[in-house]
């Protein structure tokens, strides 16, 4: 797991890369909670999804935003650290100009940003979305969202309600030619105290189907998108 420093658009970034001996691995970006709340690249649950990635053979990166650990910059309330997550997966990209996939995942705060990075990153097919705090932020840009993924929430979260969760994600399992799946896991609060075991089941579980059945990724393409792709 070396150590990488790349350069963001606010300095440096710290982060933990795993490169997968595979030719054409896939790629994924790890995003992590508030950085004003003790939010790190080392949190227990942007750990698991990490190692969730590793196990299923991606080449996975997480990182620190901007003023967090040895990453240059100061908070930026999202913009700077949208900006951080783009410029992260630019620097996966240049190591990886073959990689046939690329997925973003992302714990609370982190599960904000890499939403917004999903609407603004066509490659991006499949998304972790863990613990999302839509009580605290707003998801309307997500119309239409792009591609499938899915949502996992704890019932005891205190921080984020199941419920507020639940609305969201009708929301957007409203939408057309996407799959979005939904995985509660029973007790757990918004950290996963005690039950991260369950949470990397479920996230390898499905990252195990997508794998299988990579044709469950993203909204269809309109014709002429899909005959430009095809002459590219």
């Given amino acids: 797991m070396p150590e990488v420093i790349f350069v963001g658009p606010g ?3 710290e982060g933990r890369y795993h490169h997968c001996d595979k030719p054409r691995a896939p790629i994924a970006l790890i995003l992590h909670p508030h950085p004003q709340h003790g939010g790190t690249m080392n949190n227990k649950v942007v750990y698991n999804l990490y190692y969730s990635f590793v196990n299923k053979g991606f080449s996975v990166l997480r990182f620190n935003f901007r003023g967090v650990g040895r990453s240059q910059g100061e908070f930026d309330n999202g913009m700077g650290e949208l900006s951080d997550a783009a410029s992260a997966l630019d ?4 190591v990886n100009p073959s990689a046939p996939a690329c997925w973003v995942a992302g714990f609370s705060f ?3 940003i890499g939403m917004q990075l999903l609407m603004r990153r066509p490659e991006i097919e499949g998304f972790v979305s863990v613990a999302p705090p839509a ?3 707003d998801f309307s840009f997500l119309a239409p969202c792009p591609s499938s993924g ?11 309600p199941e419920s507020s969760v639940e609305k969201f994600v009708n929301k957007l399992k409203m ?3 996407i799959s979005i799946d939904y995985s509660l896991v029973k007790g757990a609060n918004h950290f996963f105290k005690d039950h991260l075991e369950q949470l990397t089941k479920v996230v390898e579980g499905y990252l195990s189907t997508r794998l299988e059945n990579p044709g469950v990724s993203r909204r269809k393409q309109s014709p002429a ?3 430009a ?3 590219a």
């Avoid at 620097?91 to 240049?94: D, L, N």
């Avoid at 899915?150 to 984020?160: H, M, N």
Wanted: hydrophobic share 50%; aromatic share 10%.
């Fill in 229 to 231: 792709a095809a002459n």
């Fill in 11 to 13: 300095g440096r970034l």
């Fill in 110 to 112: 982190g599960a904000w």
């Fill in 175 to 177: 939408q057309k030619n």
């Fill in 150 to 160: 899915i949502i996992v929430q704890g019932t005891d979260d205190d921080v984020v």
């Fill in 135 to 137: 009580n605290m932020y």
């Fill in 225 to 227: 998108a899909a005959a």
């Fill in 91 to 94: 620097w996966m990209q240049t």
